[in-house]
């Protein structure tokens, strides 16, 4: 059952594959949230009788399990690849400002485009963000760098509850502790994890419990979800490192770290099908999500299943690719070769 994984992580003895898991499992995460956005299950419904949905265990779940829970480790993934991708830059080209600024850019095209069927993805925000973050990594120390992400990341919270005014803060964050070598730490976790995931973990017991109290519903839109929403990310950053070191490595590594790898594939791919899906079938009158919940599983399951096919003969996924070549202006390498 291992045999591609092995064959296709082997060739990549540099990557940090702890990191494309973590990737993979946040994407697994969002892929909910992005799911009732874009399928819109339930707003008909409440059009049509004027009123709120009657209560429905499953969408309350998900309300306490991941919205405003995986968006944050997106996000410091993306400042951890900002940083190893700029390190590259400056290792192979003369003008690595402008390697970044073309891959920013590049992928805030690719998020215009992608509003043709799901405006409210984070693409564009994200290569926006980038830009506005980008003098700080190339310009400042790390140890400026990561207070800074530290100080915009618990402001943002304080003031709002994270959302798209945490996004900078994060980015700076990954950033920072990419510098510093915590996602390469992450990977070896030894008992300062622990330690991170224990107090995480019983933090998260009261967030989640006041949230509900408060009337629970969306947490985006509360200052209590979204700081109960950034610890039990941690929670679960740390929680899943110390899996890492058990014998469920392989398994989690499996299924997760195709996903990672092709995050970016996968999510555009998503909401196109969720687009789509939402045309064929009218999800806006159903009170409940659990068949929005399903179609997720199905989605997740495929995309991980033929991640992996595709990355056993291929280097890059499609939308990575194109994203590459822009970066550095000339073709990636694509087909992977037989040795």
Known sequence: MFQLWDNWTMTAPDRLVFVDVLRGFALFGILFVNAIDITGVGSG???AHETALPPD?????????????FVPIFNTLFGVSLFFVLSGARARSPRPWLVML???????????????VYPGNVLYEYGVAGLLVLAVVMLAPRWATLGAGLVL??????????????TPGLMLLGAGLAAYGVPKALGAAGPAAAVVFGASALMSVPLVWWQVAAGGGDPRFSTLGGVAGVV????????LALLW??????????????????????YVVAAIVFAVGARLLDFSMSTEVWPVVVLGLVVIVLQSIGSRLWLARF???????????ATWLRPAAFVRSAS
């Open 45 to 47: 419904w409440v059009r």
């Open 102 to 116: 073309r891959r920013l850019v590049g992928l805030v095209l690719i998020g215009v485009v992608l509003m043709l």
């Open 153 to 166: 990341t618990v402001g943002a919270y304080a003031l709002t509850g994270g959302g798209l005014l945490a």
């Open 57 to 69: 265990p499953v969408r309350d779940l998900l309300y306490a399990t991941t919205q405003t829970r």
């Open 232 to 239: 039990m990310a941690v929670a679960y950053t740390t929680g």
């Open 315 to 325: 280097v890059y996924g499609p939308v990575e690719w194109v994203w590459r070549t």
């Open 245 to 266: 070191q058990t014998p469920l490595r392989r398994a989690l590594a499996w299924f997760f770290e195709p996903l990672g790898r092709m995050a970016l594939t996968n």
